[in-house]
């Protein structure tokens, strides 16, 4: 109904906390994606200009439709898609005309690349002066891999995250996650609104750069610096706590959980509670010293102890001893989780090609109200007709770039 309606209005205005600023992604696969779905969460205008053969993340995934997979619908949620072949003067001069409206410009296309196009920092800063100019690259640019070719697996590998992983026999192995793109599309979307405060202030651009290597490598050592962290200490990096696997998952009688005592009262009153106060003494837990010495041994005595009782069972004593534990739950489980059920982090809808779809809401909160997604994930081209209209080109010249004349 009517006051339903205005009232749904009146939420998407209050979480549209970029209402207003448009930007111009020329970014693709996944790391610029996720950074300009985060910013049109907040809501703004992102244009999202594709080739004629699309974003090649349109394939990878699960798909009713050829280019509409899984990965592209929940990656490019709240963006209106473009198609401009920038192999031609029409699709580049095209740009050109659209760039002057724009607040922020996104690529994660090598910067040679791009200047070859015509659309590095100088010509989109002459075109537009103040834009906010961002380039996720693999590799700073003014190092000796500056112009190799990047993906989530080299930058995992290169910033030492893949050393953490595997075992003896088989050595490093990848997070089985797409990290390195998703850590540096969040740092790229934080950069990107960083520069935007100053451009509101000032009136000034900013040129961006976002590194994929440096940025994993410094997410990876946050508490991996270890020895390193002191100058001619010559001990090894890394969190020994971490890396010597002393926390582990629980085998319980019909399942498993994660189950967390932290502090040394966690542990006192854990081990009472099991009947096993002798392992308060013998490990000496009121110490945090030697609670830590310990832990892989304190784990261990949780394994033995795990398949007593049931999942439930456990979770209820952790909630009445105030300690951290979950159900370990499997990908397929998550919509059914408790709390995500309760707060509506899965929602569904109908997508106007690909018929009724569950997709993740925008997770930030702004004045207690979560966002919404406005616009369903394009269609390639979808909204080239309309953008272009809305900036002054006439109809035959919308006609003759979407034939590709």
């Not at 969460?41 to 009713?64: H, L, Q, T, Y």
Request: with cysteine; charged share 25%; hydrophobic share 40%.
């Amino acid at each position: 109904d009517l006051h339903w309606y205005l009232k749904m209005e009146a939420r998407s205005a209050e979480t549209a906390l970029l209402d207003g600023i448009r930007v111009i992604d020329l970014s693709a696969v996944v790391l610029g994606p996720i950074a300009t779905m985060y910013l049109g969460d907040f809501g703004a205008d992102v244009i999202k200009v594709e080739p004629p053969e699309g974003d090649m993340m349109r394939n990878n995934g699960v798909s009713r439709h050829s280019g509409m997979s899984s990965i592209y619908l929940e990656l490019n949620r709240n963006k209106l898609s473009v198609c401009l072949d920038l192999k031609t003067e029409a699709g580049r001069d095209a740009l050109r005309r659209l760039i002057p409206t724009a607040d922020v410009f996104v690529h994660n296309m090598r910067v040679p690349a791009m200047e070859r196009l015509g659309f590095g920092y100088e010509v989109v800063s002459s075109l537009k002066p103040g834009i906010v100019y961002c380039v996720a690259t693999g590799f700073a640019q003014n190092g000796p891999h500056a112009l190799r070719p990047a993906f989530d697996d080299i930058i995992q590998a290169g910033s030492g995250l893949t050393s953490l992983g595997g075992n003896a026999e088989d050595g490093p192995a990848y997070v089985p996650s797409l990290l390195a793109d998703k850590v540096t599309g969040m740092a790229t979307a934080q950069a990107i609104l960083a520069a935007m405060v100053r451009r509101l202030r000032t009136g000034e651009g900013t040129y961006l750069e976002v590194p994929m290597l440096e940025t994993m490598t410094a997410f990876t050592l946050a508490e991996h610096m270890g020895h390193m962290a002191f100058d001619g200490d010559d001990g090894p990096a890394g969190y020994a706590r971490l890396l010597s696997g002393g926390r582990r998952v629980v085998k319980t009688a019909d399942g498993h959980i994660s189950m967390l005592p932290y502090t040394p009262r966690h542990w006192c009153a854990f081990f009472e509670a099991v009947g096993r106060d002798d392992l308060n003494k013998h490990y000496r837990v009121e110490d945090r010293q030697s609670l830590n010495l310990n832990i892989g041994k304190l784990y261990t005595e949780v394994l033995k102890i795990g398949p007593s009782r049931t999942s439930a069972e456990w979770l209820t004593l952790c909630e009445d001893l105030d300690i951290p534990a979950t159900l370990v739950y499997h990908l397929d489980e998550l919509p059914r989780h408790p709390h995500l059920a309760a707060v509506n982090l899965f929602r569904t809808f109908e997508h106007p090609t690909e018929g009724t779809l569950r997709q993740l809401r925008p997770t930030t909160l702004v004045n207690g109200e979560a966002g919404r997604v406005r616009r369903h994930a394009p269609c390639l081209g979808e909204h080239t007709a309309e953008v272009l209209r809305e900036d002054g080109f006439t109809e035959d010249e919308i006609a003759k770039l979407v034939s590709g004349e």
